[in-house]
Nanobody, 126 residues
Framework: VQLQASGGGLVQAGGSLRLSCAGS????????TTWFRRAPGKEREFVGA????????FYSDSVKGRFTLSRDNAKNTVYLQMNSLKPEDTAVYYC????????????????????WGQGTLVTVSS
């Protein structure tokens, strides 16, 4: 499985960006796609997750209400729409896939994911 993350860039505070995570290669009957981020000097942080089966979404408190996950089944792509961006959202964003439906209690844990994209840099200026 290959994951291609894209859509990062430089944006002013209050602006928007849409990240994409396109999957290719092996397919699975169900999976969980998640975005993590790592800000300079900080640990990796869970951002949001989407279960392919049912489309349930989960968000961290820091992005809830500002970020939205969506998907395009035909393109095998998950999107992260980021609105009302803040300087503290500056980070490298990574998408990851677990080839199973993860329960809410573990989908925030990076070690649950088998496949990772290369990361895309988001910089929010104040």
């Amino acid at each position: 499985v290959q994951l291609q993350a894209s859509g990062g860039g430089l944006v002013q505070a209050g602006g928007s960006l849409r990240l994409s995570c396109a999957g290719s290669g092996r397919t699975f009957s169900t999976y969980t796609t998640t975005w993590f981020r790592r800000a300079p000097g900080k640990e990796r942080e869970f951002v949001g997750a989407m279960r392919w089966s049912g489309g349930n979404t989960f968000y961290s408190d820091s992005v809830k209400g500002r970020f939205t996950l969506s998907r395009d089944n035909a393109k095998n792509t998950v999107y992260l729409q980021m609105n009302s961006l803040k300087p503290e959202d500056t980070a490298v964003y990574y998408c990851a896939v677990a080839p199973r439906t993860l329960i809410a209690g573990v989908l925030r844990q990076a070690n649950e994911y088998d496949y990772w994209g290369q990361g895309t840099l988001v910089t929010v200026s104040s």
